[in-house]
């Protein structure tokens, strides 16, 4: 279990006394599976390959799996990303305006509170959703017994336990999207400048995307590693059928990594982080402002049509 996260984008493997819990991260989402024995998953697991590294692991899996292997688990992948980019980005331009326009607030630090309270309410409506699909997942119900899981998880340890992870996940990706947002306007608007660009292209867009995504994965790297312990933390309970009353806190795992592993622990799968979150990041800001700039320019040419 010590170099899970350098296979962040590959499989994660944690063994436990009744049978096998599988953290498989598809580079948007993380799907928690768990075997009861090893005869009922055998069909979807087979003994593991070593990987030496991220590259490996790429070879490997699509030698092994075929090349449609590394896109397994997009549509429930889809399910959850979509609302949950819809409402961050919605969030982060209404909010950036807001307080630049209606408060009359300036300066760069605009786009980092802007990022971070968007990522926040986003955090906030999807965690539910999330957790749920995960105990879905570690107990193989299907999408129609979504009540079912609901009412069972808040008859069984409340409501709040629905916002369980809620946590390491806001200290993940609040700093990252403050410092995502923060970074990008900065890198974007001296991009502009240098090239005497009269509004953003797709280029600008994405070189500036990559780089702030990158700078901000590797400053939360810590935050990554103590959420994906968490699932895994989850995944070993609900295959054992013990309640998480007291899991442990964020700051006592990252303490914990730190005595058994260094520094090095906490920044454990950087290349896998970083080769993952700086491409999604470009592409993600690029299409966006692609999208944003287009549609803009329609209701402009609508508008003056229309006069």
């Not at 968007?118 to 995960?134: F, N, Q, W, Y």
């Not at 970074?183 to 600008?204: D, G, H, M, W």
């Not at 491409?279 to 692609?290: H, K, L, N, R």
Request: proline share 5%; charged share 15%.
């Amino acid at each position: 279990l010590k170099n899970y996260s350098k296979l962040d984008s590959c499989y994660c493997i944690l063994s436990v006394f009744l049978g096998k819990c599988f953290l498989y991260c598809n580079g948007l989402m993380d799907h928690v599976y768990v075997c009861q024995n090893m005869s009922s998953c055998s069909s979807w697991y087979k003994t593991p390959t070593h990987f030496s590294g991220t590259v490996d692991a790429f070879v490997k899996i699509t030698r092994n799996e075929g090349l449609r292997s590394l896109w397994s688990g997009l549509p429930p992948t889809l399910v959850m990303a979509v609302p949950a980019t819809v409402i961050y980005f919605t969030c982060y331009d209404q909010l950036r305006d807001f307080l630049r326009y209606s408060m009359g607030y300036q300066g760069d630090h605009i786009p980092l509170i802007a990022g971070g309270l968007a990522r926040l309410g986003a955090v906030s409506v999807i965690s539910p959703l999330e957790l749920v699909r995960t105990k879905m997942q570690s107990r193989k119900l299907p999408y129609s017994e979504l009540m079912v899981c609901i009412r069972s998880a808040v008859a069984q340890d409340g409501w709040l336990s629905l916002w369980r992870g809620w946590g390491p996940t806001v200290l993940r990706d609040v700093p990252f999207s403050a410092l995502y947002w923060f970074n990008y306007e900065l890198v974007k608007a001296q991009l502009c400048e240098r090239y005497r660009a009269p509004q953003t292209s797709f280029t600008i867009s994405f070189t500036a995307g990559a780089v702030s995504g990158a700078i901000a994965a590797i400053l939360t790297l810590p935050f990554d590693v103590v959420k994906t312990r968490k699932q895994i933390q989850l995944g070993e309970m609900e295959a054992l059928g013990v309640s998480a009353k007291n899991p442990s806190s964020t700051w006592n795992m990252m303490r914990n990594i730190w005595i058994d592993m260094g520094y090095r622990g906490l920044f454990a799968g950087f290349l896998p982080r970083v080769i993952k979150v700086a491409p999604a990041c470009a592409v993600m800001i690029s299409t966006y402002e692609f999208g944003k700039t287009f549609f803009q320019e329609r209701n402009l040419n609508q508008a003056r049509c229309g006069l």
